[in-house]
């Protein structure tokens, strides 16, 4: 934890010891002051990947509301200290979001102390409760479509995956990115590993040299700054890669042949629009295909025939209308 980060959530306990466990600060009481919000951003702004754009949807929607919010946020926080960095978020402000699914359990608890506080989180499969949102990234789905445009554009017809923490909406997006795979090309060998870690760079090289040594040529990824250590390897194989969570294709990077959209960002957005629009209320809701390209969707950057584009279409039709089902949660 740097200082910065650590005097923040010093300062934050104690203005939680002279609040107590169910009040909070009395400024949103008056209409006319800004609505509050804090945002927990578990990793690094920078990882081109959730965490990225979770951040940049806190900043478009700070953007397009102006002086109606005063938005706060801490970034890379160890699980181990979430609960301290959401009770002093809940303090100071009228709505805590945490924008990725392993702040859920954190929330939950905490939200408990603070019942006038609203939050929402940004991630997981869960029921509401009378203050907490949850906001599912139907992760799955569009998993599901990389695995088949990853098998589509496979040269050798072998294909990875590659998740951070083994918990179920990875393992989920893993399980569907193979039978996506094999959904348009049954004899695509797929290679799943997790390495336990969404930013351990060596992990996520190792695992991707792994399956690049049985022949997989295009890989996909549920990882944060874990990412790099893909590149790395795809890199130094001549490999390529289908980006995760935002379209980068303007960025024009010879590794990467599409990109996948699941609207972290957007989520962050809708929750504070909510907010602002005095129409939040917890809820499940479930995000993905079915709330627009901006919530869930792929671009191919290069060598998009008219039949890959005429499959991803119709992929799409088949898991709105369920003609294809994929796991959630």
């Known amino acids: 934890m740097?200082?910065?980060r650590r005097a923040f959530l010093q300062t934050g306990l104690l203005s939680a010891a002279f609040i107590g466990s169910s009040g909070r600060l009395a400024f949103a009481e008056d209409a006319a002051k800004p609505l509050?919000?804090?945002?927990?951003?578990?990793?690094?702004?920078?990882?081109?990947?959730?965490?990225?754009?979770?951040?940049?949807?806190?900043?478009?929607?700070e953007q397009r509301h102006g002086n109606k919010v005063v938005i706060t946020s801490i970034e890379n926080v160890k699980f181990a200290d979430m609960e301290q960095a959401l009770v002093t978020l809940a303090t100071k402000n009228d709505m805590v979001i945490g924008a990725a699914g392993q702040t859920q359990a954190s929330v939950l608890k905490v939200a408990k102390?603070?019942?006038?506080?609203?939050?929402?989180?940004?991630?997981?499969?869960?029921?509401?409760?009378?203050?907490?949102?949850?906001?599912?990234?139907?992760?799955?789905?569009?998993?599901?479509?990389?695995?088949a445009v990853a098998a589509m554009m496979s040269k050798n017809g072998a294909v990875?995956?590659?998740?951070?923490?083994?918990?179920?909406?990875?393992?989920?997006?893993?399980?569907?990115?193979?039978?996506?795979?094999?959904?348009?090309?049954?004899?695509?060998?797929?290679?799943?590993?997790?390495?336990?870690?969404?930013?351990?760079?060596?992990?996520?090289?190792?695992?991707?040299?792994?399956?690049?040594?049985?022949?997989?040529?295009?890989?996909y990824n549920i990882l944060n700054l874990g990412v790099r250590g893909m590149e790395q390897a795809a890199r130094e194989k001549g490999t390529r890669m289908i980006g995760s969570y935002t379209n980068y294709c303007s960025d024009n990077n010879p590794l990467y042949i599409a990109y996948t959209v699941s609207g972290i960002g957007f989520m962050v957005e809708y929750a504070i629009d909510q907010a602002v629009a005095g129409t939040w209320h917890p809820e499940y809701k479930q995000f993905g295909l079915a709330m627009g390209p901006r919530s869930a969707d792929i671009e191919i950057c290069t060598a998009a025939t008219p039949e890959i584009q005429a499959?991803?279409?119709?992929?799409?039709?088949?898991?709105?209308?369920?003609?294809?089902?994929?796991?959630?949660?």
Not at 36 to 43: C, D, H, N, T, Y
Not at 124 to 147: K, R, S
Not at 182 to 200: E, I, L, R, S
């Open 36 to 61: 509050r919000i804090g945002i927990l951003i578990p990793g690094s702004r920078a990882d081109h990947g959730w965490m990225e754009s979770a951040y940049n949807g806190m900043k478009a929607a």
């Open 311 to 329: 499959k991803i279409k119709e992929l799409k039709d088949d898991l709105l209308s369920n003609k294809i089902k994929v796991k959630v949660g």
């Open 160 to 219: 990875s995956y590659v998740g951070g923490l083994e918990i179920p909406a990875i393992v989920n997006t893993g399980t569907e990115f193979a039978n996506g795979a094999k959904h348009v090309k049954p004899d695509t060998k797929c290679f799943v590993t997790y390495t336990g870690d969404f930013d351990d760079v060596a992990k996520a090289k190792e695992a991707t040299l792994a399956a690049i040594a049985q022949g997989a040529d295009v890989h």
């Open 2 to 4: 740097n200082a910065t």
């Open 113 to 147: 102390r603070f019942p006038k506080v609203k939050f929402s989180i940004v991630g997981p499969t869960g029921q509401p409760t009378e203050n907490v949102a949850q906001y599912d990234v139907l992760q799955a789905q569009i998993g599901f479509i990389a695995g």
